[in-house]
């Protein structure tokens, strides 16, 4: 029988498409969050809470391969360090990590601790592989409908992204949790460079809200002039998903078919 896979941030936006997608490919899952949850076929919850590591040692104990998707805007680096500290205590043969494309060169303080996680990873001494993904769609569609609830959209100059389909980093995920360690692999990011302007364009478009009036604001300091400088875009030779933004927004914001009997 093949040794359970623990999968942090299973119940996330990154998690929930992964765990399917082991489960088959027959390994067992074991979902580690802070309150748990309901059993399901072949997969188990643990508590564990990573930020002050209480519950971890037994939640990694037994394990083969630690699939490591939680994250949020600060903690990272400590959260991580209690991960791969428990791993290595238990033998662990493979932690495998997402980061961020430009957590090396993009100087933010949540950024610069997915930079320490990596490290932490790297140093742990249990065979690694990290991924570092850009931005989901999901995540630039949360931000860009925020903007759009303003009376004025602003919009930072010579800010781009490429983001990318988080079921396209759920199967590069899952694909990497089953072979063997590999370092730092090439990152993965969408198929299309987009300025933040054409991204609140696009889902403006979609939500049927043309029309918006837009202020351009200028990002300051080095944060500022890394994102002008595309530090946040990947490098040559990253993987390129497929989905694009506009076929993202043509799935999550489609209207109702009308009635064919009207």
């Known amino acids: 029988m093949n040794a359970p896979i623990l999968v ?22 074991r979902v580690l969050s802070r309150h748990g949850g309901r059993p399901g076929d072949g997969v188990t919850h643990v508590t564990a809470d990573l930020l002050t590591g209480a519950g971890v040692d037994p939640a990694v104990r037994g394990v083969g391969t ?8 600060k903690g990272d680096d400590v959260a991580t360090r209690h991960l791969v500290d428990a791993a290595s205590r238990a033998d ?13 060169r993009v100087p933010l303080s949540w950024l610069r601790s997915k930079l320490d996680a990596e490290r932490a990873v790297a140093a742990s001494g249990v065979p690694w592989t990290t991924l570092r993904a850009a931005q989901f769609h999901d995540l630039v569609l949360t931000m860009v409908s925020k903007m759009a609830k303003l009376p004025v959209v ?19 995920m899952a694909e990497l949790a089953l072979s063997v360690p590999a370092g730092l692999v090439p990152e993965l990011a969408g198929p299309r460079v987009y300025g933040l302007d054409e991204l609140v364009t696009g889902y403006l478009a979609a939500a ?3 029309g918006r009036l837009r202020l351009p604001v200028r990002l300051p300091g080095g944060a500022g002039r890394a994102y002008r400088n595309g530090d946040n875009l990947a490098r040559p030779g990253a993987t390129l998903g497929v989905r694009t933004w506009e076929a993202f927004l043509a ?3 489609r209207q109702p078919a009308p009635d064919a009997r009207v």
Do not use: C
């Open 92 to 104: 662990v043969g493979h932690l495998v990590y997402i980061s961020v494309v430009g957590a090396d």
């Open 251 to 253: 799935e999550r914001l």
């Open 208 to 210: 049927g809200r043309r």
């Open 154 to 172: 602003p919009v930072p100059r010579g800010l781009r992204l490429q983001p990318v389909d988080a079921r396209e980093v759920a199967v590069r």
């Open 66 to 73: 630690v699939l490591h998707l939680a994250g949020g805007p």
């Open 8 to 29: 942090t941030g299973g119940t996330g936006t990154l998690g929930r498409l992964v765990v399917p997608l082991l489960r088959e490919a027959g390994h067992p899952v």
